[in-house]
């Protein structure tokens, strides 16, 4: 089969504006239409972050959250009909309820880096100890390549400015999945933040001219995509964001 590397995004001019207002936070979004067989989720424009009953997730110290997207869209290879590969996306919003009697502060860079680091280490941890016993049990060997890679310091994350507010990356995976995928964390306010994940499927080696090059094109791809979110704070809020210089 012949190698191909010209590869077709969505119009994203054309998609549709999926706009949520967050506690006088304005969240845009330029969603292209889902193209997988995995269910869709879209909260309505309207939903009320205050209301603890509309969060999913178990009762606290546990994580609660509002799923306000999860999207899929694939892209292709010019002049073909294979499928380059897919974007999976979740957008969920979350609310510091003094999770491990902690009073963060989303807008403070070193509590909002405190914050992501306690919450992956919570989410990651359990599994790395499940790992290293499913090894000990079929008498392999293991070290830390094993196990699952996550943040483990606020060194670890990525702080870009968007929008007049930082946003934070990183990335999380196994080895055995292939290469890390990328996240976000978003302050909305001092209280309430977004997550934002994403997974790319598919970006078969064996279709690509140049194979090398993939990372670096999903990175492409994710970068076109962040340039059609925007999120509007007002000045009161942006006023409040203090420890920019943090990480």
Partial sequence: MAKLSQILSPE???APLVVYSLDGVELLISLPQHQSTTDSVLAPSDIDIFNQSVYQGGPPPNE???????????YRFENSSIDAGTLFLTVAI????DEREKNYNFLDGESCAEWIID???KSYSPLDAESIEEL???????????LWIYPKKASDLEKIMKNGMHWYRGKTGHPSMG???????????SRFALEMNIHFGGFNPEYFEFPETIETTKEFLLQEFL??????????ILAQVTNTNTL
Avoid at 94 to 97: A, E, K, N
Avoid at 136 to 146: C, G, V, Y
Avoid at 179 to 189: A, D, L, S, T, V
Avoid at 227 to 236: A, G, K, L
């Fill in 12 to 14: 994203y001019q054309h």
């Fill in 64 to 74: 609660r959250y509002i799923l306000l997207i999860k999207n899929a869209w694939s």
């Fill in 94 to 97: 979350v609310h510091s309820l």
């Fill in 119 to 121: 919450r992956m280490v």
């Fill in 136 to 146: 000990k049990l079929n008498d392999l060997p293991f070290s830390e390549t094993h």
């Fill in 179 to 189: 290469e890390p995928q990328p996240f976000f964390r978003i302050p909305i306010n």
């Fill in 227 to 236: 340039e059609h979110v925007r999120i509007t704070y007002p000045p009161e």
